[in-house]
């Protein structure tokens, strides 16, 4: 089992919500593209992500996602 943490850096982060977490992918998916998280964004402003990571919260924290610049969620 994994957990993610959201690390963020953005002046909007608090308008964005981890909305549903697949953190246990059923043995027949492959957990590469079986683990996922939504991100929702509630607000009316628009939300850079470039630069926020999700980190795995294994044993060894080497695990990493960085969004490219230019990512947003409206």
């Known amino acids: 089992m994994?957990?993610?943490?959201?690390?963020?850096?953005?002046?909007?982060?608090?308008?964005i919500l981890i909305n549903e977490v697949m953190y246990d992918a059923p043995s027949?998916?492959?957990e590469a593209t079986g683990e996922w998280i939504e991100?929702?964004?509630?607000?009316s402003t628009?939300?850079?992500l470039s630069g926020?990571?999700?980190e795995s919260a294994g044993t060894s924290w080497s695990e990493s996602?960085?969004?490219e610049n230019?990512?947003?969620i409206n």
């Open 39 to 43: 991100l929702c964004n509630p607000g």
């Open 46 to 48: 628009v939300v850079d």
């Open 52 to 54: 926020w990571t999700i």
């Open 2 to 15: 994994s957990f993610f943490i959201l690390l963020m850096a953005s002046a909007h982060a608090q308008d």
């Open 28 to 30: 027949s998916q492959d």
């Open 65 to 67: 996602w960085t969004f």
């Open 70 to 72: 230019g990512t947003i």
